[in-house]
């Protein structure tokens, strides 16, 4: 099963874009690219999913690399509720999902 | 709109006896449904997945089992648990086919203990 790599933790400011990238190097063609994100004692809530083009919702964009090796989840105005684990997942993969990446917003 | 119900919230039990959580969907025909447990620190495993009723696959061998006697109900069971069962337990449903273009949509999860 394809899988994702994610850094472990980033930091952003209040205010400012974050970008979290994932790396998913054997991702299949029928793959879609999921995110989610969970905050501490809830259920993982979804924010965007993507083929091959680039989406945007209310909560966040999603840019995908033109070889679907790589995503990046854009948080465009990062706010202390933005603090969760973001999960980046492969639909095909069995919705397998990793540790994610800890984003801490600071003010 | 959908809605997804899951209970209890928290759980001690003590090693040995039995499990069952309970989890419904709202608002929706023929949910694909989904039981994931979360250990302290780790990603989410996925346990078992179902696409109707009675149709339960499972991903990891465990002495968990579940069961979707309804449309909209799945049902996580244990007849002995163990230590090692505690974790964060999560039901999720999606629609359409299992893990195409359908996101997930998860409970607020049950923290079980066993002591």
């Known amino acids: 099963d394809a899988k994702t790599t994610q850094p472990n933790s980033m930091e952003s400011n209040e205010e400012e874009p974050v970008h979290l990238p994932c790396n998913h190097s054997?991702?299949?063609?029928?793959?879609?690219i999921h995110w989610y994100r969970q905050l501490p004692s809830q259920g993982p809530e979804y924010v965007i999913h993507?083929?091959?083009s680039n989406v945007n919702n209310r909560m966040a964009s999603l840019a995908i690399a033109e070889d679907r090796k790589s995503s990046t989840l854009i948080l465009h105005r990062a706010t202390l509720r933005d603090a969760a684990v973001y999960y980046c997942i492969l639909s095909y993969s069995k919705l397998t999902f990793g540790t994610g990446t800890r984003l801490q917003v600071t003010l | 709109s959908q809605t997804i119900h899951q209970w209890p919230a928290t759980l001690v039990q003590p090693v040995g006896s039995p499990l069952s959580l309970e989890c419904t969907v709202e608002g929706t025909s023929n949910p694909n449904l989904y039981w994931y447990r979360q250990a302290a620190g780790r990603g989410l495993q996925l346990l078992f997945y179902?696409?109707?009723?009675?149709?339960i696959s499972s991903e990891v061998p465990q002495n968990l089992s579940a069961s979707r006697p309804q449309d909209r109900q799945f049902i996580l069971s244990s007849k002995k648990l163990l230590l090692s069962d505690s974790g964060f337990y999560l039901c999720a449903w999606s629609a359409g086919a299992y893990s195409y273009n359908s996101p997930l949509h998860f409970g607020n999860g049950t923290r079980l203990t066993v002591t």
């Open positions: 993507g083929l091959t």
């Open positions: 179902s696409v109707g009723i009675g149709q």
């Open positions: 054997t991702i299949s063609g029928t793959d879609y």
